[in-house]
């Protein structure tokens, strides 16, 4: 199932359109459940080294979601 809507709002502070970025994830992420699974790769277990003191300021490169590896795609 796709996503019914992807709000973007970047607070005046974007060198483009809401209405753009919006297009540009649309194109370059897949959204869907599936899709987000493969993408962040959320089927390992590593989410107990995150239960205690949380996932801000690790460096570890398996806390997926904090990479921007795909931040090329959206210049």
Do not use: C
């Not at 753009?20 to 790769?41: C, N, T, Y």
Request: hydrophobic letters at 35%.
């Amino acid at each position: 199932a796709e996503p019914t809507s992807i709000s973007v709002e970047t607070f005046g502070t974007g060198k483009i359109s809401n209405e753009a970025i919006e297009v540009l994830v649309r194109e370059h992420f897949d959204l869907r459940p599936k899709g987000l699974i493969a993408m962040l790769d959320l089927k390992r277990p590593i989410y107990q080294k995150t239960a205690s003191y949380g996932h801000f300021g690790r460096t570890e490169d398996d806390i997926t979601w904090e990479k921007t590896d795909r931040v090329h795609l959206l210049k």
